[in-house]
């Protein structure tokens, strides 16, 4: 009887618990009205004109926008001749290196961060700094249209405390390596500092913590192996620079015999989510591995030429079935953030080395910027496309400069015309950012202030 009695009272209880979500439509927060909807759905479906309806976090609908508007009343933004479409996912860079923007160019990898980047890294690399440095970044970021960016850094807990208070999406990684650096002397004291930064952010909105073995090259196999367990244990993304350049294939080859994914797959690396950053001089069967391992390849099409380290076989990975987003890398070695140009020079880079036109078509670098890159990061079920039910990171670009005038192909006028700069909102789970392109969330003028006054510590690292 008394068990009765209790089921009844449950049942009572579930049904309260049930009946707002059941009885209420979930609130609708912001509409963006009648633009040109690139959704990078499955079905590359456009609306022209179309009209987006936000309920707090999320998508609600995609829709005409008679429809919408029959539908819907809330604070709208027109859209009106302009694009509306997912925001742009960074899948490779190290945020706070936009201090260094500038710093060593025109060298080699090696050279460039052995004997610029490193030491000056040494010389600077502080929590403060790297707040400085991140809020620069951020404010670069929502400023030319990415939602999500997959960092690797130092004091990575302060990375994402600033990323969160800019509202922007990161999957964050604490980088390890193998040398003492500014926030870990050695790599047990790394790790040991991943767990803690993991567990502070586990299951937040926006960050998703991560690990960064920084590469094989700086990397023994105890911390690699360490790392990687550290990642499965933690359920967290890892990410790796891989076969960047010919030099780390070499010296892997010299010290090794095998060849860097070689060396990764015997340790059995891989992690259910594994970002491989470059991965250009990478064979045939290694991405057929790569493939089967279901590791994740960030291009970075403007760091390869800049460093000359070479082009990542795009074309091949696709075929394989191979997941590949765009990064633009660290500001150091671009030298800016701008998702755009990343977009335009991938497809160009891909299309002038197999000497084919179509290599890389438009909608694919549109889509490797947006719903690849969120696959790479394991972040597809949220974001990466625009979809009722995903969360809204959404961006509004401006079409009316000349250089995008006539505007008969959005899709090719977002890819091959248009600049980070014309990008006019950016919403990240559906808040406002930046709205005709005043950014709400940092204050512009003190974090170009503070970056200006940053500098003067590296100018003196360098002299
Ligand atoms: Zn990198």
Known sequence: MRIRWLAAVAAVIAALIAWPTLAIQPAVSL?????????VDGNRRVLNPGSIAIGGTDILAIDTPANIAA???????????????????????????????????????????????????????????VRIGTRLAALEMIQSG??????MYYFEEEVARVTKAAGLRGVLG????????????????????????????????????????HAVYTLDAKTLTAASELAKRLAIPI??????????????????????????????????????????????DEITLLKQRNVGVSNNPESNMKLSSGTAPVVAYRGAGVNVGLGTDGAASNN????????????????????????????EALEMATIGGARVLGQQART?????????????????????????????????????????????????????????????SRVLSDARSAADQVRKAVQ
């Open 71 to 129: 539908r819907y009343k809330a604070e709208t933004i027109d859209a009106t001749g302009k694009v509306v479409m997912p925001g742009l996912i960074n899948t490779h860079t190290h945020a706070a290196m936009v201090m260094y923007r500038g710093l060593g160019n025109d060298l080699a990898l090696m050279d460039w961060l052995q004997n610029y980047i490193f030491p000056a890294e040494a010389k600077t690399v502080s929590p403060e700094f």
């Open 146 to 151: 990415t939602t999500l960016f997959a960092d």
């Open 384 to 444: 990466g496309s625009l979809e009722p039910g995903k969360r809204a990171d959404v961006i509004i670009v401006g079409m009316s400069r000349p250089r995008q005038q006539p505007l008969f192909d959005p899709v090719a006028q977002v890819v091959y015309a248009s600049r980070g700069d014309d990008v006019e909102t950016t919403i990240v789970n559906g808040a406002i950012l930046m709205r005709n392109r005043k950014v709400l969330t940092l204050d512009e």
């Open 336 to 363: 800016d953030l701008d998702m755009f140009e990343a977009m335009r020079q991938a497809a160009f880079q891909q299309k002038l080395v197999t000497m084919d036109p179509t290599a890389i078509s438009a909608p």
């Open 31 to 39: 509409i963006i009205s009648n633009g040109i909807v690139i959704t």
């Open 174 to 213: 604490q980088t390890v390596i193998e040398f003492p650096v500014p926030d870990a002397k050695t790599p047990a004291d790394a790790l040991k500092r991943t767990e803690v930064f993991a567990r502070e952010f586990r299951g937040d909105e926006l960050i998703t913590p991560a690990i960064a073995p």
């Open 239 to 284: 990410q790796i620079h891989l076969a960047e350049t010919s030099a780390e294939t070499g010296m892997s080859q010299e010290r090794h015999k095998m060849r860097p994914v070689a060396i990764l797959d015997s340790l059995k690396f891989w992690a259910p989510v594994t970002i491989a950053a470059h991965a250009v001089w990478i064979n045939a």
